[in-house]
């Protein structure tokens, strides 16, 4: 099992900067595929980023490519995700999840459903 603690939110101007944490425990955390989503009031919970269980290789959505960046440690058990230029609509709860079905592989899904562990989200609120 792996068990998933977000960190890092909170209220940020336009522009700013954030860096959320995820801290790990468990087993497969170390070579699970991770991932982060999102999502705002009243709004589906959408893909932002993930990576590889290496640290290899990483896939971002299109709305934050170029500004949000993931980054994991394995021997530190932690996974974060670092949220540059933010705009307004970047406003959301943000999870930290795992896919630990898919231990080992170097394929970053991104899709909700095939992901077996969640966080319980941290608030990262933009103002303009």
């Given at each position: 099992q792996v068990q998933l603690v977000e960190s890092g939110g909170?209220?940020?101007?336009?522009g700013g900067s954030?860096?959320?944490?995820?801290a790990a425990s468990g087993r497969t955390f170390s070579s699970s595929p991770m991932a982060w989503f999102r999502q705002a009031p009243g709004k589906e919970r959408e893909f932002v980023g993930g990576i590889s269980w290496s640290g290899s290789r990483t896939y971002y959505a299109d709305s934050v490519k170029g500004r949000f960046t993931i980054s994991r440690d394995n021997a530190e058990n932690t996974v974060v995700l670092q949220m540059n230029s933010l705009k307004p609509e970047d406003t959301g709860v943000y999870y930290c999840a795992a896919d630990s079905q898919r231990s080992g592989y170097l394929?970053?899904?991104s899709n909700v459903d095939e992901f077996d562990y969640w966080g319980q989200g941290t608030?990262?609120?933009?103002s303009s």
């Amino acid at each position: 099992q792996v068990q998933l603690v977000e960190s890092g939110g909170g209220l940020v101007q336009a522009g700013g900067s954030l860096r959320l944490s995820c801290a790990a425990s468990g087993r497969t955390f170390s070579s699970s595929p991770m991932a982060w989503f999102r999502q705002a009031p009243g709004k589906e919970r959408e893909f932002v980023g993930g990576i590889s269980w290496s640290g290899s290789r990483t896939y971002y959505a299109d709305s934050v490519k170029g500004r949000f960046t993931i980054s994991r440690d394995n021997a530190e058990n932690t996974v974060v995700l670092q949220m540059n230029s933010l705009k307004p609509e970047d406003t959301g709860v943000y999870y930290c999840a795992a896919d630990s079905q898919r231990s080992g592989y170097l394929y970053i899904a991104s899709n909700v459903d095939e992901f077996d562990y969640w966080g319980q989200g941290t608030q990262v609120t933009v103002s303009s």
